[in-house]
Each structure stands twice: as structure tokens, then as C-alpha cells.
């Protein structure tokens, strides 16, 4: 059975109080209750506070552009259908600059899981509003307010009948835990929106502000799309955490090994010596 000081340990440079520490501690004892060694998976992530995660465990791990974590983990996927291939990034890097590549990711339903460390702020470049931060949301970079209303990636993800949406919250670690498990065991694109604060950036989503809104589903059926759609939209005085929607959906090549494929390599050659 792997343990889970099999994932290492290592000096972080994220502040006190951070939500990522729960989100680490909460993924490696998920990855250990599933017996999965560190050689056994892949942690794409792009730029920002969340997205140095994969560099805190010991795993194999590619560290990307700002917003380009889902093509790599896409192409890893298809290299390697074997390999467990997870996306850790932030609300930032995932919905702003990479939020083409969201879109797109769950219309193809490549068997990935993504977490994404949403704390309604843009964290390491030091607290402008991210897309999910609120309409009014005050930053140093908006001082009269957020004027634009926050994206809510959850009932997107949902509307478009992504395969897995669930939401969770770091201040929640045995949730989360199994949230993650049930996320990784899904075949296709499973999100996970994982709320948690920035103490150093963002004084209105606190640690106090998530846990008196926030409440674990119970008795809610996660192929009645209505009704994911009708939860994946509180967010505001309520806030539902657990597993919205999920769906059976064709998996984007399964079981497809793209090194197996038979070519010519004189045509590749060609094709190649087209370009120069």
C-alpha cells in the first residue's frame, strides 16, 4: 500500500494560512488511499500560487505556460493513456488566460481530473480580481471595485454537460479527500472547483465567509442535470459542496496510444520537410 510519505515533503513559498497546504496534504491521501505511487501520475499545472503544487510532492510533473496546463495534459493523455493525469492550477491561470482551453476540454472529454484553487483572486501577482471575483470586489488594482461580474465556472461547466462537476472547499479536507477520489475514478473530464481563501490578498472570501455559507449535498441526484444546473448557480448566501453532475459521455480517445499508430516514415519526412 503506498503511504503518504511516499509523496515527500518539501519547503513551500506559499504564505500562512494558505489554502494550497490543505489542498496538497488533501490530494496526496487521496492518491494514497487509491495506491497510486508518484510514478503513476502526472500533475500538469501553468502560473501562479496553485500551480506550484505539483513542484511540493514528489510526482511526474509539467510546469507550463500561464493558462496552457490543459493542452499538456491533454497531449500527455494521448501519449500515454496509461499514466493518471491530473491539471492543478488556480481560478487565474484556469478560467483567464486558459479559459479557451477549459471550454474546450470539456466539450472533448479527455479522461483528466482538474483541480482548480479558487480564491477569487489573483494570488501571486498580488491581488488583482481574478475571473470568479465578485462584482465590487475592492483590489489595489481595482480600487472603485470589480465592474465586471464574476465568472461562475461551475454552472458552465455544468450547461455544457461536462461528464464530472463538483465543488468542494480546503477548510473541508475530509470532503475534499473524497471529492478527489470520486473525481479520479470518473472516466473523462471531471472538474473540481476547490474554494479556499487567500489570507494575504483576499479580506472579504475568507476562511469565516466560506464556512458559514458553505454545506455538503446530501440526498441530491448527480444525473439530474436541472438540478445541478439550479445548484451549480447558489453561490451566494449558500453555497452546495460535493459532486453536481456527472454523466457517461463518449471518452475523447480511449484506450488510443497514439505512439502505436502505424506510419510511413518516409511520408512523415515529407510532411516535416514541407515546413522548412
Not at 487509491?34 to 510514478?39: I, K, S, V
Not at 489570507?199 to 449535498?217: D, G, H, M, P, Q
Not at 436541472?226 to 475523447?252: H, N, Q, T, W
Amino acid at each position: 500500500m503506498v503511504s503518504i510519505e511516499e509523496y515527500g515533503e518539501f519547503e513551500t513559498a506559499w504564505c500562512p494560512g494558505c489554502g494550497n497546504f490543505s489542498i496538497l496534504k488533501c490530494l496526496k491521501q487521496a492518491l494514497a488511499e487509491q495506491d497510486l505511487a508518484p510514478r503513476d501520475i502526472v500533475i500538469s499545472s501553468g502560473i501562479g500560487q496553485a500551480a506550484k503544487l505539483p513542484h511540493y510532492l514528489r510526482c511526474n510533473m509539467f510546469n507550463g505556460l500561464h493558462g496552457r496546463s490543459l493542452p499538456v495534459a491533454q497531449g500527455i493523455k494521448m501519449a500515454n493513456p496509461g499514466l493518471r493525469v491530473l491539471v492543478s492550477s488556480g481560478d487565474g491561470c484556469s478560467y483567464g488566460e486558459g479559459g479557451n482551453h477549459f471550454l474546450a476540454a470539456v466539450r472533448r472529454n479527455m479522461d483528466l481530473t482538474v483541480l482548480v484553487h479558487d480564491n477569487q483572486i489573483y494570488g501571486l501577482t498580488k491581488g488583482q480580481a481574478s475571473p470568479t471575483s465578485a462584482r465590487g470586489h475592492v483590489t489595489k488594482a481595482q480600487p472603485e471595485g470589480n465592474r465586471s461580474d464574476g465568472f461562475n465556472p461551475v454552472a458552465t461547466a455544468v450547461a455544457m454537460k461536462a461528464s464530472f462537476v463538483a465543488r468542494a472547499f480546503s477548510g473541508e479536507p475530509e470532503h475534499l479527500v473524497a471529492v478527489i477520489k470520486e473525481a479520479m475514478a470518473h472516466r473523462g473530464f471531471s472538474l473540481v472547483d476547490i474554494l479556499q481563501p487567500c489570507v494575504s490578498f483576499n479580506k472579504v472570501n475568507t476562511y469565516a465567509w466560506y464556512k458559514e455559507r458553505t454545506y455538503i449535498l446530501e440526498d441530491h441526484d448527480p444525473t439530474d442535470w436541472a438540478s445541478a444546473m439550479a445548484l451549480s448557480e447558489e453561490f451566494g448566501e449558500r453555497i452546495p459542496l460535493g459532486v453536481l453532475y456527472r454523466a457517461d459521455k463518449p471518452v475523447f480517445a480511449h484506450g488510443d496510444r497514439l505512439a502505436d499508430h502505424a506510419y510511413d516514415k518516409n511520408d512523415l519526412k515529407a510532411v516535416l520537410q514541407s515546413y522548412t
